[in-house]
């Protein structure tokens, strides 16, 4: 199944394919539309590299092996949908907490619990960064094609292995079942990202940090060290502690792993944001049908359109959007467009701070947006 | 070529997802770009099924087909369903037992051929009515060279059944053939 490094591949498919070249070799599960395809394709392809699948009893089982496997060694990976998501936030705080890299994948379906097993929704963007209780680091990506799961899957594992943080693979039914053609790059053609492990900078000290750096070197759990692994506040060496200069410090570097290094995080796409008039920002599979929409404007000599798509939604791109506020002199009018009722433009409205006005463009009927109801927005608010 | 895009429909079971998932792949190999999407869900089990496949010279935007190129429908509930949804220089495409109107047939050039049928009594295998299909789509929009798409029904078709699929395949090609001469 590997073999040919051009292939006609599912959304899903793809972010197994670039999983295993980023070095995945565990998945744990409970398979849900729309991700059923992940789980599938994770028990075909794992065993063929040596790796492992197991189908877990529940979403809980599912990410709880997954972590195990993580703290191990391996680089592992659970996929779910929204129902599978809101169970699986407990053990996304305690990856979060216990800094064990893991990547979860959400392909995204309408509503409130079982809502609509088959229908595009972005609704969970928020519930991806606010999901789990707590102060947490996490990083969201969100891909807009089927060669962007394959690629942003290498980054999303790089990511949890550089800064040991759950990273949430947001995806939705538009992409995850959309077939395409898709470069199955080689990993020795990639930049693959390892945990770093220095036995003799940690001791025994398995969360202890070096000078400098905001994230402490990997002790493989079962290796011979002797430390914990809680999602209570710890000392260095793992075990619980209720000391405030601990915590707060602890807290501080969790959420300073992120903040600071966001430049080497953030990612997005912009098109004709120099100069547009109207800007549409949106992410994942919406994008395209703003694409299309931009391709039916361009038949036409009228309003010029333009694109910002954060492909990191959390942290979302904020220099990015200030640059393109302060550079675009011609820029009247910001559309967020979502499959939601509206998520997104909460944190573009705080960006934006009233500069240009922002409209929403949302849909919550399981349909999907169509390039013509872009362009119909448009001439409503323009 | 400009994009184009197919739209396949028949009853589940009948093969059309796989249908579409060749031609996707026949374009591709034969260096277009492509996109397949399919319905799934309640709307894919029993009752009627479609699924979609757009090609092009260019990169594909926007992944969704709403007016077709061509339809191609296996069975009367699917036609009657997706019929709405065509433009005028839409191709349709329907097995013999589907009723079209005169009224349709006066405004899309229309192809009636006897795919299920042949299928169960020409090519002996009722399941390669799909396979039919992609060598009937095939032969009036030039999606795909035939070594390409030859190719990717092998991919696809289970062991055993290899050289009858490609005999469905091409004698799907002659039935549209023929039928254009006449």
Redesign the interface.
Known sequence: MAGKR?Q?LQGNEAVVEGGIAAGMRFYSGYPI??STEIAERSALRLPQVGGKFIQMEDEIGGIAAALGASMAGLKAMTATSGPGFSLKQENIGYAAIAEIPIVIVDVQREGPSTGL???PSQGDLMQSKWGTHGDHPVIVISPSSVQECYNETVRAFNMAERFRVPVIFLMDE?VG?????CELIPPEELTISNRRVDREFNGTLAYAVQEGNYVPEYAPFGSGDHFNVTGLFHNLDGFPTNDSEVTDSQERRLLDKITKRRDRIEKWEEVDTDDCEVMIICFGGTA??V?????ASHQYDSVKIGMFRPITVWPFPEAALHKILKHNKHLRQIIVAEHNDGQMILEVQRLVEGTVPVTHLGKIDGT?I???EILEKIKEVY | MARTEVRMSGSGGQGVIMGTIILAEAAYEDGKQVAQCQSYGPEARGGSSKAETIISDNRIHYTKVKYPDLLLSLTQLSFDKYLPDVKDSTIIVVDSSIEVSEETKKAHKVYILPILDAAAEVIKNKMSANIISCGVVNEILHIADWDAIEHAVLNHVPKGTEESNLNALHYGAKMAREYSEN
């Open positions: 051009f006609v539309t729309p097993p088959t229908s538009i079942h959309l077939r395409e053609g395209r049908a694409e299309g929409a931009m391709d999907t169509t390039p013509d």
